[in-house]
C-alpha cells in the first residue's frame, strides 16, 4: 500500500480512549497517525508523542478557577509538546481531540492550518439535569443541604463549560455519540454536531447459549435465573442506590435467583462522595445486607472485557440506571449480547430502549416497580425472546461498529480532509 501523506494527528490524554478502533482503521487505510497524549502509548503503526505537566495547581486559588486552571495546566503543557513536534516537521492535516482535559485548546495556535475535530462528550446543564435530578440523596443519605450544594455545583459547572464552549467554537468539526448528548449544547454550536457513536462490535459482543460462571463451586448457566448490575464504580449517578433498595425483594420474590454486580467498590465515582469515608457499597449494601440471603449476591470488583461480555452473554436481566448523564457503553454491550435490560426512564436511555420492543423502561426512583419487572422477566423468560433478539439487531442496524459507525467516521473525516 502507497502511504497516505495526510497526517492525523490524536489528541487524548488517556489514549485510545474513544478513538481505540478509528485510529488502527485510519493506519491500515495509509494515513501517517500520529498520538498525543499524557499516559504513555505505544503502538508501532503510528507515531507516539507524550508530555508531562509542566506546573501544578496553585494553592488557595479561586474555587470557580480551580478547574480552568488544571485545564490550563494542561493545555500548555500539551501546547509545548505539540510546538516540539512542529519542529522536528509535523504539520498535522486534521486534529482529532477530546477537550475534556484542556490539552486541545491552544493547538489551533500551534498550527492554524489544521482542521480540528472535536469529540462532544458532555456539556454540563445547571436546571433539570444531572446536579439537580436527585436532592433526595444528597439530604438523606449524604448529609448534605442541596440547596447549598446546588447553588455552589452550578457555579462550578457553569466554569467547567468555558473550556468546552471555546473547543467547539474554534473547531472545524464536532461530533457526539447520541443526540441526547448532542442537545446539551448551546443551540448556535449544537447545529455543526454530527451524531456518530463511538461503535460496538457486534461480532464480538454476541449471544452464546454456552456461557458459564462459577460462583462459589455452583456452575451457573443460561438456565439458571441471573441478574447482572454493571458501572465503573457503584455509585448513585448509575442508579446503584436503587438497585440496592430493589435488592432485598428482587431476592424474596425470586428465590432461585443470583446478583452479580461487577464494579470498582472503592471509587466514587461521578457526583458527590459518600459522608465519613464510606465507599456507596458501605452505604447501601450495609444498611440492607442483614434483610437478603447475601450468599446468592456476589460483588466482582473491576473485571476484564472477556468477564464482562461473559457475564452480558450470561445474564437473564441486565439492569442499567442512570441519572441524565453519558449513556454507558454497557447498556449498548448488553444489548448487543442479547440481554434482556431494564433500563431507566431516563433521556439517554429512551433514545436506545423502546419499552417492550428492544428492552423495559422503568420508572429510576421506583424500586418497587424494578422489583416487579425483575420478577415478571424471571417468571416468564420465554415471553421476552422477542425482546432480546430485537436488542441486538438495534445494535446491529444503529451502533454497529464495521457496518455503521466507522464508515460514518471515515466518511466525517474524509470530508474534514478535503
Known amino acids: 500500500m502507497i502511504k497516505n501523506k495526510q497526517k492525523i494527528l490524536f489528541v487524548h490524554q488517556n489514549f485510545p480512549g474513544q478513538y481505540k478502533h478509528i485510529a488502527k482503521e485510519l493506519v491500515n487505510l495509509g494515513y501517517d497517525v500520529h498520538t498525543l497524549s499524557i499516559t504513555k502509548y505505544t503502538d508501532n503503526n503510528m507515531t507516539n508523542h507524550h508530555y508531562s505537566l509542566s506546573a501544578n495547581s496553585t494553592e488557595n486559588i479561586n474555587s470557580w478557577a480551580i478547574e480552568f486552571e488544571s485545564k490550563m495546566i494542561r493545555a500548555g503543557s500539551a501546547a509545548r509538546k505539540a510546538m516540539k513536534i512542529k519542529e522536528e516537521g509535523l504539520y498535522p492535516d486534521l486534529i482529532i481531540g477530546h477537550p475534556g482535559w484542556g490539552e486541545t485548546f491552544f493547538l489551533k495556535e500551534v498550527w492554524p492550518e489544521s482542521k480540528i475535530l472535536t469529540y462532544v462528550e458532555f456539556y454540563y446543564k445547571t436546571k433539570n439535569s444531572d446536579i439537580d435530578f436527585d436532592p433526595k440523596l444528597l439530604e438523606d443519605d449524604l448529609k448534605r443541604d442541596f440547596d447549598q450544594f446546588y447553588s455552589y455545583t452550578k457555579f462550578k459547572l457553569a466554569a467547567r463549560n468555558a473550556p468546552f464552549i471555546s473547543a467547539y467554537a474554534t473547531s472545524d468539526f464536532l461530533m457526539s455519540p447520541t443526540n441526547y448528548q448532542k442537545n446539551l449544547v448551546p443551540k448556535n454550536l449544537s447545529t455543526n454536531i454530527e451524531v456518530i457513536h463511538d461503535g460496538i462490535d457486534t461480532n464480538i459482543l454476541k449471544p452464546n447459549n454456552d456461557a458459564t460462571f462459577d460462583f462459589d463451586g455452583k456452575i451457573l448457566t443460561k438456565k439458571d435465573n441471573i441478574i447482572t448490575y454493571v458501572g465503573r464504580s457503584l455509585d448513585p449517578y448509575r442508579g446503584f442506590h436503587i438497585f440496592m433498595r430493589a435488592l432485598p425483594g428482587i431476592l424474596e420474590k425470586n428465590p432461585n435467583a443470583y446478583v452479580l454486580i461487577a464494579g470498582n467498590e472503592s471509587t466514587h465515582g461521578y457526583g458527590s462522595p459518600p459522608p465519613n469515608g464510606k465507599t456507596f457499597k458501605d452505604l447501601f449494601f450495609s444498611s440492607i445486607e ?34 441524565p448523564f453519558v449513556l454507558s457503553w454497557s447498556i449498548l454491550e448488553a444489548m448487543s449480547c442479547g440481554a434482556l435490560v ?24 421506583d424500586f418497587n416497580l424494578l422489583t416487579d419487572n425483575v420478577t415478571k422477566v424471571l417468571n416468564n423468560r420465554d415471553n421476552y425472546k422477542n425482546i432480546c433478539n430485537n436488542a441486538r439487531n438495534t445494535i446491529i442496524k444503529k451502533y454497529d461498529l464495521k457496518t455503521v459507525s466507522l464508515p460514518a467516521q471515515l466518511n466525517l473525516i474524509k470530508r474534514a480532509l478535503k
Open 342 to 365: 431494564i433500563g431507566s426512564n431516563t433521556a439517554p436511555v429512551l433514545e436506545v430502549i423502546e419499552d417492550k420492543k428492544n428492552g423495559l423502561i422503568t420508572d429510576f426512583f
Open 290 to 323: 442483614n434483610q437478603i440471603d447475601a450468599s446468592r449476591v456476589k460483588f466482582l470488583g473491576h473485571v476484564e472485557y472477556k468477564d464482562f461480555i461473559n457475564l452480558m452473554q450470561l445474564t437473564t436481566v441486565h439492569i442499567y440506571l442512570t441519572y
